[in-house]
């Protein structure tokens, strides 16, 4: 499972096994740099390479990317798009299943709290995966958390168990879910 937190100036790469059991271990967490002051086509081919490379040496199953959502800052926006972008692009062309997460639905996941801050992120993903430091700079955390949530929530996780199968909070979440496309 790789999830990547997509952005232009740092793009956050984190790379996790999950267990049937729900236990998880780090493969690889990273972030790859592109000059703010590069042409843009340079710095999605800066972003491009480093997911590829990433794609390439873990073999992920699948792969989880931030959805991105509209802020305030246009150009913030648009990086993030173009990055997302990319990961999308590059999961295609590896023939392997995407899939997209708002920032609340993954901390709602790690955390347990939509609303959580990056601290609160960072200091979860440390604790689920065992880590002795927590994941910096947050590109990193966030990108591991992607990541765990797609595993712990991934699309088909409600859908494919039977309803008896699914615990309390499963349900409540594809509640959730199901509620928010009405």
């Not at 790379?15 to 049937?20: G, L, Q």
């Not at 997302?84 to 347990?112: F, R, W």
């Not at 494919?160 to 199901?178: C, F, H, K, M, Y």
């Amino acid at each position: 499972m790789i999830g990547i937190d997509p952005g232009l100036t740092r793009c956050g790469v984190g790379v996790v096994d999950v267990a049937p059991d729900r236990s998880a271990r780090l493969v690889h967490v990273g972030v790859v740099r592109s000059a703010p002051d590069a042409r843009i086509e340079k710095r999605l081919q800066t972003i491009a390479a480093g997911i590829r490379a990433a794609l390439e040496e873990f073999m992920p199953d699948v792969l989880a990317v931030e959805r991105v959502f509209a802020q305030h800052n246009r150009n913030t926006v648009m990086g993030t798009a173009q990055a997302s972008g990319i990961a999308l692009l590059l999961a295609a062309e590896h023939g392997i299943p995407a899939d997209t997460h708002t920032p609340t639905e993954v901390k709602a996941a790690i955390t347990g709290y939509g609303a959580a801050d990056k601290l609160q992120v960072q200091t979860m993903v440390a604790r689920i995966l065992r880590l002795d430091e927590l994941p910096t700079p947050a590109d990193a955390a966030d990108a591991l958390a992607l990541a765990l949530c797609h595993a712990w929530r991934g699309p088909s996780a409600a859908a494919a168990a039977p309803a008896g199968a699914l615990t309390p909070a499963q349900r409540a979440w594809a509640d959730a879910e199901r509620g928010a496309r009405r």
